[in-house]
T-cell receptor, first 113, second 114 residues
Framework: ETGVTQSPTHLIKTRGQQVTLRCSSQ?????VSWYQQALGQGPQFIFQ???????GRGNFPPRFSGLQFPNYSSELNVNALELDDSALYLC????????????FGQGTRLTVV | QQQVKQSPQSLIVQKGGIPIINCAYE??????FPWYQQFPGKGPALLIA?????SEKKEGRFTISFNKSAKQFSLHIMDSQPGDSATYFC?????????????FGTGTRLKVLA
């Protein structure tokens, strides 16, 4: 059984650019959540996808968007990058939308310059 | 009401000591409380979790104590080892239809001295 994998591990982008981060959920897991973790802080919920539909969103602007694919992998897209978007972006997968245990990937470190 | 307050911010203990990390919440809709361990450059790893109908749960050297009336819960690490040095996060998840987001505390950086 493979765990949650994210790519890339590190990324440097310029302010105003767009970025796409990718996540492969743990085998058999159909629910994926994305979190933003600023340096020295706890993760903040961005949104959750269940069976290709967004079914919950945190306090993030619309320039943060996502997708989930039929194989339950997921993408996080961020448009018009700002310096404050620099953070560790974490993907977590759950067995289903009713299973509360969430397993995190190693994250993508995004630096906006 | 959506916050989870975690303390202390940092903690240093000797090997074999029992560090205790505390969390408090306000929202009574929270009904699932996990603890995560995070090493530098890594994602959080689930340690142990508890629901409000249980006052204590043990898994290996990790114990959660839960006080529903006080809206507080804590993590105890028995016989702590230098390898336990990491940042620990408590979290809470509200019972809302279909979305199981976590609200995380601000983290406790633990250092266990050899």
């Amino acid at each position: 059984e493979t765990g949650v994998t994210q790519s890339p591990t590190h990324l440097i982008k310029t302010r105003g650019q767009q970025v796409t981060l990718r996540c492969s959920s743990q085998s058999g897991h159909n629910t994926v959540s994305w979190y933003q973790q600023a340096l020295g802080q706890g993760p903040q919920f961005i949104f959750q996808y269940y069976r290709e539909e967004e079914n919950g969103r945190g306090n993030f602007p619309p320039r943060f968007s996502g997708l989930q694919f039929p194989n339950y992998s997921s993408e996080l897209n961020v448009n018009a990058l700002e310096l404050d978007d620099s953070a560790l972006y974490l993907c977590a997968s759950s067995l289903s939308s009713v299973h509360r245990e969430a397993f995190f990937g190693q994250g993508t470190r995004l630096t906006v310059v | 009401q959506q916050q989870v307050k975690q303390s202390p911010q940092s903690l240093i203990v000797q090997k074999g000591g029992i560090p205790i990390i505390n969390c408090a919440y306000e929202n009574t809709a929270f009904d699932y409380f996990p603890w995560y361990q995070q090493f530098p450059g890594k994602g959080p790893a689930l340690l142990i979790a508890i629901r409000p109908d249980v006052s204590e749960k043990k898994e290996g050297r990790f114990t959660i104590s839960f006080n529903k009336s006080a809206k507080q819960f804590s993590l105890h690490i028995m016989d702590s080892q230098p390898g336990d040095s990491a940042t620990y996060f408590c979290a809470a998840s509200p019972l809302t239809s279909g979305t199981y987001k976590y609200i995380f505390g601000t983290g406790t950086r633990l250092k266990v001295l050899a």
